[in-house]
């Protein structure tokens, strides 16, 4: 089974700055990597699939990157609306798996 | 509109079973492969089982194998999943979610929750 670990498990930003969340594979996951955002009694939404391929409808602001057991995800410029939880998740032999979160608050 | 709507849920007793529906509407059904993935309160997201478009493809988490069946019934644009053998750890807001080519979930259900407790 493939563990993913999320870091930070929290971080701390105010709007308008950079945000930078990582995702580590237990073992290599090729590109097969996807980012999730969910905020409080909400379903989570997709915001990144195939390690670097934005979901429709996401705005350019998010952005994903590597390959293997490396991943992360870049908000460019945090919106108010970003703060929320981040999933990462990975299909590996027909199982997926989810990390355990970073949770994005404001300063 | 894609919209992904579960129901089913509710308050059962250790050891009992329920089984949870997801409608769909707004897309092909029968040509999308589905999951179901729940979140226990406060918790993570934890991927419980897929099925694949034609019903041919099942696929369990390990904790989760021998206790619930996925099924579908693409005539019905409906999703299922029978909870058995239920445990407290299983409390938690289970959703559908629709597989974009088995590399990740692109709409999902509002939820719905399943609290065991006697």
């Known amino acids: 089974e493939i563990v993913l670990t999320q870091s930070p498990a929290t971080l701390s930003l105010s709007p308008g700055e950079r945000a930078t969340l990582s995702c580590r594979a237990s073992?290599?996951?090729?590109?097969?990597l996807a980012w999730y955002q969910q905020k409080p009694g909400q379903a989570p939404r997709l915001l990144i699939y195939?390690?670097?391929n934005r979901a429709t409808g996401i705005p350019a602001r998010f952005s994903g990157s590597g390959s293997g057991t490396d991943f992360t995800l870049t908000i460019s410029s945090l919106e108010p609306e970003d703060f929320a939880v981040y999933y990462c998740?990975?299909?590996?032999?027909?199982?997926?798996?989810f990390g355990q979160g970073t949770k994005l608050e404001m300063k | 509109e894609v919209q992904l709507v579960e129901s089913g849920g509710g308050l059962v007793q250790p050891g009992g079973s329920l089984r949870l529906s997801c409608a769909a509407s707004?897309?092909?059904?029968?040509?999308?492969?589905m999951n179901w993935v729940r979140q226990a309160p406060g918790k993570g997201l934890e991927w419980v089982s897929y099925i694949s478009s034609s019903n041919s493809i099942i696929y369990y988490a390990d904790s989760m194998k021998g206790r619930f069946t996925i099924s579908r019934d693409n005539a019905k644009n409906s999703l299922f999943l029978q909870l058995n053998s239920l445990r407290a750890e299983d409390t938690a807001v289970y959703y559908c979610?629709?597989?974009?080519?088995?590399?990740?979930?692109?709409?999902w259900g509002q939820g719905t929750l399943v609290t065991v407790s006697s």
């Open positions: 073992q290599s996951v090729s590109n097969f």
């Open positions: 998740q990975q299909r590996s032999n027909w199982l997926y798996s």
């Open positions: 979610a629709r597989d974009i080519g088995e590399v990740a979930f692109d709409y």
């Open positions: 707004g897309f092909t059904f029968s040509s999308y492969s």
């Open positions: 195939d390690a670097s």
